[in-house]
């Protein structure tokens, strides 16, 4: 079964910093795009970070510079870096890999999320 | 970056109704959307991909249609589960965009 575990959320000081991992099973993560999507609470979804299987990776103009995606792969495990942490990034984070199709690609599955709030 | 408006942002339906949810991205994308179900407290669940490939699994009464720039999801007969939020999202180019989500509400 396919399946994605995200771990490493929580309470956080602004300017603080914290990382997320998604355990993955089922599939290989070094084989998949793979990507961070957010959910501020009850607001929509907001797409934050991608690494490609070839190791690229790209940023939501919101995160560049503070925030750094990254993988094991001997752990097929998946991470998020959050530097500089600001109030407006409080949000569920889910990881979730990319289907490829005609070199686009969709989400799923997604992993059940896990929160991250910054507050003083 | 291309902008997903979705509408209506809340519905209410009763059980058995037909119910459609639009989606109009801000420059042609094909047919490169998808739609996703939320329920309270859980991840999104894909539900069409190419705008209307119906994901493995999931109940025929979902369909959705559309290319270019405008795409509807619909509902045939709606369900007890089927009460939810719904987004689309566009993957056409990066970054990806998602819809701002339509609640479907009991009546």
């Known amino acids: 079964e396919v399946q994605l575990v995200e771990t490493g959320g929580g309470l956080i000081q602004p300017g603080g910093s914290l990382r997320l991992s998604c355990a993955a099973s089922?599939?290989?993560?070094?084989?998949?795009?793979m990507s961070w999507v957010r959910q501020a609470p009850g607001k929509g979804l907001e797409w934050v970070s991608v690494?490609?299987?070839?190791?690229?990776?790209y940023y939501a103009d919101s995160v560049k510079g503070r925030f750094t995606i990254s993988r094991d792969n001997s752990k097929n495990t998946l991470y998020l870096q959050m530097n500089s942490l600001r109030a407006e990034d409080t949000a569920v984070y889910y990881c979730?890999?990319?289907?490829?199709?005609?070199?686009?690609?969709?989400?799923?599955?997604w992993g059940q999320g896990t929160l991250v709030t910054v507050s003083s | 970056a291309i902008r997903i408006t979705q509408s209506p942002s809340s519905l209410s339906a009763s059980t058995g109704d037909r119910v459609t949810i639009t989606c109009r991205a801000s420059?042609?994308?094909?047919?490169?959307l998808a739609w996703y179900q939320q329920k309270p407290g859980k991840a999104p669940k894909l539900l069409i991909y190419?705008?209307?490939t119906l994901q493995s699994g999931v109940p025929s009464r979902f369909s959705g249609s559309g290319s270019g720039t405008d795409f509807t999801l619909t509902i045939s007969c709606l369900q007890s589960e089927d009460f939810a939020t719904y987004y689309c999202?566009?993957?056409?180019?990066?970054?990806?965009?998602f819809g701002g989500g339509t609640k479907v509400e009991i009546k």
């Open positions: 999202q566009q993957y056409y180019s990066y970054p990806p965009s």
């Open positions: 190419a705008a209307s």
């Open positions: 690494i490609y299987s070839g190791g690229s990776t």
């Open positions: 979730a890999r990319q289907v490829e199709q005609q070199l686009r690609s969709w989400f799923d599955p």
């Open positions: 089922g599939f290989t993560v070094s084989s998949n795009y």
């Open positions: 420059q042609g994308i094909s047919s490169y």
